[in-house]
Protein backbone atom coordinates (compact mmCIF):
# COMPACT_ATOMS: atom_id res chain seq x y z
CA UNK A 1 0.00 0.00 0.00
CA UNK A 2 1.10 3.60 -1.10
CA UNK A 3 -0.28 6.84 0.26
CA UNK A 4 0.30 9.83 -1.83
CA UNK A 5 0.52 13.68 -0.37
CA UNK A 6 0.56 16.50 -3.07
CA UNK A 7 1.67 19.94 -1.93
CA UNK A 8 2.23 22.54 -3.85
CA UNK A 9 0.32 24.16 -5.55
CA UNK A 10 -1.44 27.64 -5.83
CA UNK A 11 -2.46 30.83 -7.76
CA UNK A 12 0.79 32.45 -9.77
CA UNK A 13 0.94 34.27 -12.82
CA UNK A 14 1.44 33.18 -16.33
CA UNK A 15 5.31 33.00 -16.84
CA UNK A 16 5.73 32.19 -13.39
CA UNK A 17 7.06 28.95 -11.97
CA UNK A 18 5.90 26.36 -9.31
CA UNK A 19 7.47 23.40 -7.83
CA UNK A 20 4.59 20.53 -6.68
CA UNK A 21 5.94 17.75 -4.51
CA UNK A 22 4.24 14.50 -3.73
CA UNK A 23 5.06 12.86 -0.54
CA UNK A 24 4.87 9.00 -0.39
CA UNK A 25 4.64 6.85 2.65
CA UNK A 26 4.50 3.13 2.46
CA UNK A 27 6.79 0.37 1.60
CA UNK A 28 9.20 0.45 -1.67
CA UNK A 29 8.64 3.56 -2.73
CA UNK A 30 11.82 3.03 -5.43
CA UNK A 31 10.34 0.17 -7.04
CA UNK A 32 7.06 2.54 -8.24
CA UNK A 33 7.19 4.81 -11.34
CA UNK A 34 5.54 7.90 -10.55
CA UNK A 35 3.41 10.06 -12.64
CA UNK A 36 1.82 13.25 -12.35
CA UNK A 37 -1.37 13.60 -14.25
CA UNK A 38 -4.11 16.87 -14.42
CA UNK A 39 -7.80 17.67 -14.94
CA UNK A 40 -9.36 21.27 -15.57
CA UNK A 41 -12.61 21.84 -15.26
CA UNK A 42 -15.02 19.91 -17.51
CA UNK A 43 -12.31 17.77 -19.04
CA UNK A 44 -10.71 14.50 -18.26
CA UNK A 45 -8.00 13.47 -16.55
CA UNK A 46 -4.90 13.71 -18.81
CA UNK A 47 -0.97 12.99 -18.22
CA UNK A 48 1.60 15.26 -17.65
CA UNK A 49 4.40 13.43 -17.10
CA UNK A 50 5.95 10.15 -15.67
CA UNK A 51 9.46 8.99 -14.65
CA UNK A 52 10.70 5.36 -13.78
CA UNK A 53 11.05 3.71 -10.77
CA UNK A 54 14.92 4.15 -11.21
CA UNK A 55 14.40 7.37 -12.25
CA UNK A 56 17.30 7.45 -15.40
CA UNK A 57 13.79 7.81 -18.29
CA UNK A 58 11.08 10.42 -18.03
CA UNK A 59 8.38 11.03 -20.54
CA UNK A 60 6.42 14.18 -20.76
CA UNK A 61 3.48 15.27 -22.85
CA UNK A 62 3.98 17.32 -25.40
CA UNK A 63 2.19 20.43 -24.33
CA UNK A 64 5.06 20.81 -21.39
CA UNK A 65 7.78 19.47 -22.82
CA UNK A 66 10.76 22.06 -21.86
CA UNK A 67 8.73 23.38 -19.62
CA UNK A 68 7.55 21.44 -16.92
CA UNK A 69 10.61 18.83 -15.13
CA UNK A 70 9.90 15.92 -13.09
CA UNK A 71 12.41 14.39 -10.94
CA UNK A 72 12.43 12.37 -7.69
CA UNK A 73 14.36 11.56 -4.12
CA UNK A 74 13.96 7.94 -3.46
CA UNK A 75 16.07 8.80 -0.65
CA UNK A 76 13.26 10.85 1.20
CA UNK A 77 9.94 8.74 -0.64
CA UNK A 78 9.14 11.96 -2.58
CA UNK A 79 8.18 12.88 -6.56
CA UNK A 80 8.73 16.58 -7.77
CA UNK A 81 7.09 18.46 -11.04
CA UNK A 82 9.43 21.78 -11.42
CA UNK A 83 6.81 23.87 -13.56
CA UNK A 84 8.10 26.69 -15.55
CA UNK A 85 7.01 29.34 -17.69
CA UNK A 86 3.47 28.59 -16.44
CA UNK A 87 0.40 29.68 -18.82
CA UNK A 88 -3.63 29.51 -18.01
CA UNK A 89 -3.74 26.51 -19.87
CA UNK A 90 -1.67 25.00 -17.07
CA UNK A 91 -4.43 25.66 -14.86
CA UNK A 92 -6.11 22.49 -13.36
CA UNK A 93 -6.18 20.10 -10.54
CA UNK A 94 -2.84 18.12 -10.33
CA UNK A 95 -2.88 14.26 -9.26
CA UNK A 96 0.51 12.34 -8.48
CA UNK A 97 0.35 8.57 -9.52
CA UNK A 98 2.31 5.70 -8.07
CA UNK A 99 2.39 2.33 -10.11
CA UNK A 100 4.41 -0.91 -10.82
CA UNK A 101 4.12 -0.53 -14.98
CA UNK A 102 5.67 -1.67 -17.81
CA UNK A 103 7.51 1.35 -19.30
CA UNK A 104 5.73 2.05 -22.06
CA UNK A 105 2.43 2.17 -21.01
CA UNK A 106 3.25 5.17 -18.12
CA UNK A 107 0.81 7.39 -19.69
CA UNK A 108 -2.48 5.30 -18.98
CA UNK A 109 -4.12 6.44 -16.45
CA UNK A 110 -4.91 2.62 -15.67
CA UNK A 111 -1.15 1.74 -15.16
CA UNK A 112 -1.32 3.28 -11.90
CA UNK A 113 -2.26 2.08 -8.80
CA UNK A 114 -2.19 4.83 -6.37
CA UNK A 115 -3.20 8.15 -6.21
CA UNK A 116 -3.01 11.15 -4.40
CA UNK A 117 -5.64 13.77 -3.34
CA UNK A 118 -4.24 16.50 -5.83
CA UNK A 119 -3.90 20.14 -5.83
CA UNK A 120 -4.84 22.86 -7.48
CA UNK A 121 -2.94 25.04 -9.98
CA UNK A 122 -4.31 28.66 -11.45
CA UNK A 123 -2.46 30.43 -13.62
CA UNK A 124 -3.72 33.67 -13.98
CA UNK A 125 -3.54 35.85 -17.37
Known amino acids: QVQLVESGGGLVQAGDSLRLSCAAS????????MAWFRQAPGKEREFVAAIRWSGGRTTYEDSVKGRFTISRDNAKNTVFLQMNSLKPEDTAVYYC??????????????????WGQGTQVTVSS
Open 26 to 33: GRAFSSYS
Open 97 to 114: AAGLLSWGTQTRISGYDY
